[in-house]
T-cell receptor
């Protein structure tokens, strides 16, 4: 299966701390994307990193990609209570196959 | 900006009934994806369409079918509903020509099968 594994499955931190989530996948990809989902709501695209990129930043988000290890990490700096959500990585391969990982449930305590 | 529209937002059905979910993609998006998300589960890819043709198939049960119409909207038809079909059903669209597959998700349809 191409589906990625994410760890940790759940993460609880204090406001102001950094949160790091990891994602691994199995085959060569075109890109890897991170999505956020508030409980019972639709997924929101956060950031995309192409297979030839190693690091990308967007605001308080930092994504790294290690294609040799087939893994990616999402770092949220200076977390806020409003960051509480589930975070999913998704991989695109063959330019038309798209799979989500199992998600990390982040709880940021005020 | 226009977003993906899904209807209905909530649907309650009895076992063995049928349901039809509708998805209206963002204008000029030619690819539509359907996902099923059970309680506490990650989204499971069901099926996708590109230019009105099925482009990929995931874990979609045989009881389900879907199509994309000439105006690019898509419908997911679900028959002989089972209790286990209770879930959030998401539709997403993307501009395939961009090639990067960024998907824009609708708010979902919550299906409850009693």
């Amino acid at each position: 299966s191409q589906q990625g594994e994410e760890d940790p499955q759940a993460l609880s931190i204090q406001e102001g701390e950094n949160a790091t989530m990891n994602c691994s996948y199995k085959t060569s990809i075109n890109n890897l994307q991170w999505y956020r989902q508030n409980s019972g709501r639709g997924l929101v695209h956060l950031i995309l990193i192409r297979s030839n990129e190693r690091e990308k930043h967007s605001g308080r988000l930092r994504v790294t990609l290690d294609t040799s290890k087939k893994s990616s990490s999402l770092l949220i700096t200076a977390s806020r209570a409003a960051d509480t959500a589930s975070y999913f990585c998704a991989t695109l391969y063959n330019f038309n196959k798209f799979y989500f990982g199992s998600g990390t449930k982040l709880n940021v305590k005020p | 900006a226009a977003g993906v529209i899904q209807s209905p937002r909530h649907l309650i059905k009895e076992k063995r009934e049928t349901a039809t979910l509708k998805c209206y993609p963002i204008p000029r998006h030619d690819t539509v994806y359907w996902y099923q998300q059970g309680p506490g589960q990650d989204p499971q890819f069901l099926i996708s369409f590109y230019e009105k043709m099925q482009s990929d198939k995931g874990s979609i049960p045989d009881r389900f079918s879907a199509q994309q119409f000439s105006d690019y909207h898509s419908e997911l038809n679900m028959s002989s509903l089972e209790l286990g079909d209770s879930a959030l059903y998401f539709c997403a669209s993307s501009p395939r020509v961009a090639g990067e597959g960024t998907q824009y998700f609708g708010p979902g349809t919550r299906l409850t099968v009693l």
